[in-house]
């Protein structure tokens, strides 16, 4: 069983001819709610690909909050622990794509960031009951922390996809079994910029010698890296044409605990992972691009 600590979003994607500036209206030409959150969709991947999960998160007292907890339990996950908040919106994000694929995006955090410490206190029960934990960073660090110190009290591993990047505590680093950094997150924790595979690599060894075991260091379209104390790999990515790439990284975590669950190799994770964001980022949208294991199945290069 999974269990996964995070963000519920809604997204409200709009698109237009050309970025509105400010003080203009402009006419958009279509819009789409589509169900997001970085947590969500891993949980949504995660069930997808016919992982048991469950969530812990939080969403206001409101029709985004129905609608987004309605849809994880129809991908077949758990939200038993997914909290409604009195006064507090759910989390909702404005994004705005023009015709040359570039976006504007305001994230509305709300319910995310009402959860405190006791969320995970009260969900003990499940992260018990868990073998694999995986969290990001879109909900407060504390939080975070709390749920990668006491899955770890419980002999559990751990996954942090440090998403969006933020600084890590000590106490957060040394709780992390597996950290699945893309580059510009692995730059911010490190604080070492990444302009090559050897700075990838240096910060990597910075990362382990602080007590992570292990990290993948995806690098979009270029694929990933895969370094422990004693190993060090380089995979490609497979080719793909690309639609929207929003959610790629979500759900390359998200595969990557099934395939622990799963019980395969480093090697056999990897590959099924790439195959997954490589499927994430032919298709429009977060939730709406998560594929199926049919689909990874009759994935071809
Ligand atoms: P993030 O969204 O967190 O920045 P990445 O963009 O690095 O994450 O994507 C995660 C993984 O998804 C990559 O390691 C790769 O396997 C796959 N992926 C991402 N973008 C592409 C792409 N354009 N073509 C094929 N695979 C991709």
């Given amino acids: 069983k999974l269990v996964v600590l995070g963000s519920l979003n809604m997204d409200l994607v709009c ?15 279509d ?24 969530m812990i998160g939080a969403v206001g007292k ?26 507090v919106s759910t989390g909702v994000a404005m994004i705005t794509v023009d015709d040359s694929g570039e976006n504007s995006i305001v994230v509305v955090p709300g319910a995310n960031y009402g959860i405190d410490e006791d969320i995970i206190e009260n969900s003990m029960d499940i992260i018990k009951e868990s073998s694999v934990a995986v969290t990001q960073l879109e909900v407060p660090l504390n939080v975070v922390e709390e749920f990668l110190v006491e899955a ?12 969006p990047a933020n600084v890590l505590s000590e106490n957060i680093i040394k709780n992390i079994d597996l950290l699945t950094p893309n580059e510009t997150e692995l730059e911010t924790i490190t604080g ?17 010698d602080m007590g992570v ?54 090697d056999e994770a990897v590959e099924f992972a790439t195959k997954v964001g490589a499927l994430t980022v032919t298709k429009k949208g977060a939730q709406s691009s998560l594929p199926t294991m049919e689909e990874v199945n009759n994935f071809r290069r």
């Fill in 15 to 29: 698109t237009v001819k050309n970025m509105p500036k400010p003080g203009e209206t402009l006419l958009g030409r």
């Fill in 31 to 54: 819009f789409s709610k589509i169900p997001g959150g970085k947590g969500a969709n891993q949980v949504c991947a995660m069930a997808r690909l016919g992982g048991q999960v469950s």
């Fill in 62 to 87: 409101d029709e985004f909050g129905t609608i987004l907890k309605d849809s994880l339990k129809k991908d077949g996950a758990n939200v038993d622990k997914v909290i409604e908040i009195d006064g």
């Fill in 152 to 163: 770890k009290k419980c002999n559990k591993y751990t996954i942090l996809n440090p998403a």
């Fill in 192 to 208: 070492i910029k990444i302009d090559s595979l050897e700075d990838v690599d240096k910060a990597a060894q910075h990362l382990l």
């Fill in 213 to 266: 075991k292990e990290i993948i260091v995806t690098l979009g379209s270029k694929g990933c890296v895969y370094i422990s104390k004693d190993t060090k790999k380089y995979y490609d990515a497979f080719k793909v044409d690309v639609v929207d790439t929003t959610a790629a990284g979500d759900s390359f975590t998200a595969a990557i605990a099934v395939g622990k669950i799963k019980g395969l190799s480093i």
